[in-house]
């Protein structure tokens, strides 16, 4: 697999849990993803970077802050 794989979720005016199952892939990769840090749903640019090591097996449970969203990418 080659290239930069982008994945992205945003939020309304709740908040909510949201599970992701990785895409289909035979390596490991790594995922870089931005998400709402822990004051988000009082300062909008609280955010917290995250760096993994990602492979079939690998879940991730994303927890978005009210109008909060998540971005990330795999490669």
Not at 19 to 30: G, K, V, Y
Not at 38 to 67: F, G, M, S, W
């Amino acid at each position: 697999m080659s290239g930069r794989r982008i994945l992205g979720s945003s939020l309304g005016s709740g908040r909510n849990t949201i599970l992701l199952l990785p895409p289909i892939f035979w390596m490991t990769l790594t995922r870089t993803s931005f998400s709402d840090g822990r004051n988000a749903h009082r300062i909008a640019v609280d955010y917290k970077k995250e760096t993994q090591e990602v492979n079939p097996a690998t879940t991730l449970t994303l927890h978005l802050a009210r109008n909060g969203g998540w971005c990330g990418s795999i490669e």
